[in-house]
């Protein structure tokens, strides 16, 4: 195995746009930008929803209740 610096590529920093090779050979261009706030629109309000759901449930019940959320059909 060969020693030193063979292999190593340098890498340079294309800002928030990097390019892409599709398989058709076109050229994608990624926004991260974007792709960050798409995710924090969707992430930010299932995290807020999670936490009041959790707040609900220790302010409503019990320790060790048990609620039924499907039924038992009876006999």
Do not use: C, N
């Amino acid at each position: 195995m060969p020693r030193g610096r063979a292999g190593v590529e340098r890498v340079s920093v294309a800002g928030s746009r990097t390019l892409a090779q599709t398989e058709g050979g076109a050229i994608a261009v990624t926004d991260w930008r974007r792709f960050a706030t798409m995710l924090g629109l969707v992430a930010l309000p299932v995290f807020a929803l999670d936490q009041l759901v959790k707040l609900y449930i220790v302010g409503h019940l019990r320790l060790f209740e048990q609620i039924d959320v499907v039924p038992q059909p009876a006999r």
